[in-house]
């Protein structure tokens, strides 16, 4: 499969990401689970097609290292695609930078600083930040208000979050967003909730300011790799 087909035949096409990435204002997008249920396979799709279509991408690992993140990219790049070219697989490389940060230690001062080092000194100006492994229990509203700030500040548009939602926590937003998220939630243009149900996986799209599609359709997820899959 060419470049040009895994990008216009990616199911994330329905997001309209593509046509956000042009836009001029920031987007915040979350994708929510429950523990070990494929939201880091999910910012690894979106941050895969972002590079393809010639972004710069930052992958934030918090709890994570950098050699099993970069494992889950060379993973899911290969369930994508088997005949890209050494060459376009190393174009695609140099498009992404990951950072890993220990638990409750990520904050935005650490960010900040690591970050500004990059570009100032030109080595990685990303064009899409993606932050898996954000304390939404432990940070309020305050905190990720001050981190899209940063964003802004540093011309980052479009800023992806996994989150951890709890079977037990019968807490939803009028949307249908779960806690931890469901106070917060108007922050995000795009919202997608994984959802298993018997022997299906459902990804959930509960929010979407730009999307070909409307709120609350549902796309499934492959239970043998987690890719999305066509409609």
């Not at 997001?15 to 690894?44: C, F, H, P, Y």
């Not at 990951?98 to 080595?123: A, N, Y």
């Not at 548009?157 to 108007?186: E, K, Q």
């Amino acid at each position: 499969m060419a470049k040009e087909e895994l990008i216009s035949g990616n199911p994330l096409r329905v997001l309209g990401l593509d046509n956000k990435a042009e836009a001029a204002t920031q987007s915040l997008g979350l994708v929510m689970a429950r523990a070990g249920l494929g939201k880091t396979a999910i910012l690894v799709q979106i941050a895969l097609d972002s590079m393809l279509r010639g972004n710069r991408v930052l992958h934030v690992a918090i709890g994570e290292t950098i050699e099993k993140t970069r494992e889950r990219y060379e993973d899911t790049l290969s369930k994508m695609v088997g005949d890209l070219s050494e060459e376009e697989i190393g174009e695609l490389s140099r498009r992404r930078m990951i950072m890993t940060f220990k638990e409750h230690v990520f904050s935005r001062g650490m960010l900040e600083e690591r970050l500004k080092d990059l570009i100032q000194q030109d080595v990685f100006a990303p064009d899409c930040l993606i932050v898996d492994g954000y304390d939404f229990d432990g940070n309020g509203r305050k905190h990720l208000e001050d981190l899209k700030q940063l964003m802004a500040e540093l011309g980052i548009a479009v800023i992806w979050f996994s989150a951890v939602c709890h079977r037990d926590d019968p807490r939803v937003s009028a949307d249908g967003v779960p806690a931890p998220c469901h106070t917060i939630d108007d922050l995000f243009e795009v919202i997608l909730l994984i959802r298993p149900k018997d022997k299906v996986i459902k990804l959930d799209i509960l929010r979407c300011a730009y999307c070909e599609v409307e709120p609350g359709t549902t796309l499934l997820l492959d239970p043998s790799t987690l890719l999305i899959q066509k409609s």
